[in-house]
């Protein structure tokens, strides 16, 4: 299937930095394929590209007929990138808590995106306004924190939500707060993403 490629990276991890530039040639049908297996659709693809034994830290997003379906990821690297590409697959298809399970019926029409991270970047910032003025729109996903509060925005989140206000407010209403909710306990980490899709 064609792929889309944008890749936005300040901050390299070993995994983006060695990443090729048809990664998504293979990622994409290794997500794909392990979502098929655990439906009963097809094997797993076999794979044996070096860069996927490199640790690494990845989301997959389903999409169907342009609507979120599912979408699972890893903020930490903690394993190799095939395997995290292959376990948050299936994850974001079987066990999204939002959606029920991906049907066999769904899985055909479907597409594929796989983001892979660079490492979390911490932000001091003095209050709303500070860590406003430091997002990068288009650029920058965004881990949000404040207590056992905790939330995630990819970077292509900005397409639906281009005013910097209406990001970090619709990020803390999904860590279970209130738009307009802000505590010097605040804690933002932002990265960076190379993305794929089908």
């Known amino acids: 299937m064609p792929t889309d490629i944008a890749a936005s990276s300040t901050v390299s991890s070993p995994a983006m930095a060695q990443l090729p530039e048809s990664a998504g040639d293979v990622l994409l049908p290794l997500a794909r394929s392990a979502i098929a297996a655990r439906l009963g659709a097809g094997s797993l693809t076999a794979v044996h590209e070096g860069w996927l034994s490199i640790t690494g830290a990845s989301f997959v997003t389903l999409k169907l007929h342009n609507n979120l379906r599912g ?12 395997e995290d590409v292959k376990a948050n697959a ?13 049907t066999q019926t769904e899985f055909e029409a479907i597409n594929v995106e796989v983001s892979v991270l660079s490492p979390l970047e911490a ?12 997002l990068r729109a288009n ?31 619709h990020l803390k209403y999904k860590a279970g707060l209130p738009p ?8 933002i980490s932002r990265y960076t993403v190379s993305k794929w899709r089908e």
């Open 71 to 82: 979408c699972i990821g890893t903020l930490q690297a903690h394993r190799t990138l095939g």
């Open 90 to 102: 299936m994850a974001a298809a079987f066990t999204d808590p939002r959606f029920k399970p991906l």
């Open 123 to 134: 932000l001091t910032v003095l209050d709303e306004n500070d860590a406003l003025s430091q």
């Open 139 to 169: 650029i920058d996903g965004v881990v949000f924190v404040y207590g056992h509060h905790r939330s995630t925005f990819l970077p292509q989140v900005w397409e639906e939500f281009s005013d910097p206000h209406l990001f970090l407010g």
């Open 180 to 187: 307009t909710f802000w505590d010097p306990a605040v804690k």
